[in-house]
């Protein structure tokens, strides 16, 4: 970054000097050749620039990298599940809850565990997760309380 900001600078400064010539030199007729000079003169200065700059090191510090404290694979994978059950579990919620049944969704190491609020809506909830669960296993109990 600090050749970047090298070539920045010394096209600041060519600038720079470029308009304080302009500005203090006289006005005359050979304003025309002043202009050709200090175009010369910006120009050399800018290939000067360009031919000193450490590219490699330039090309280096824009390019992305690669280090050991990048996030692994199965910490991808991990948040991948995480953000997947709960966009399920968020999901069953919306389907019980558009038939008006409170309950508690937790996912389980065999699927869903679905936690009635009240015993009397288990056939209700059996039919509706039947219906839109398709093969996801899950388990409805009774007695829970609504989260």
């Known amino acids: 970054m600090a050749a ?20 203090f030199w006289p006005e005359n007729g050979f304003k025309p050749v002043i202009n050709a000079v200090l175009a010369l003169y910006i120009i050399t200065a800018a290939v000067q620039i360009i031919r000193v700059a ?17 996030v692994s694979d199965s910490e991808v994978g991990a948040y991948r599940r995480t953000l ?7 999901a069953l919620r919306d389907v019980l809850a558009a038939s008006g049944i409170e309950a508690a969704i937790a996912r389980t190491d065999t699927g869903w565990q679905v936690t009635l609020v009240h015993a009397a809506d288990g056939q209700k909830a059996e039919a509706l997760l039947a219906a839109n669960c398709g093969t996801i296993p899950y388990e409805i109990t009774a007695g829970g309380t609504a989260p």
């Open 54 to 70: 450490d590219w490699a090191g330039i090309a280096a510090e824009l390019a992305p990298t690669s280090d050991s404290s990048s």
């Open 4 to 23: 970047v900001r090298s070539a920045a600078f010394g096209c600041c400064v060519l600038s720079t000097v470029a308009g304080l010539v302009r500005i």
């Open 84 to 90: 997947t059950d709960e966009a399920a579990a968020q």
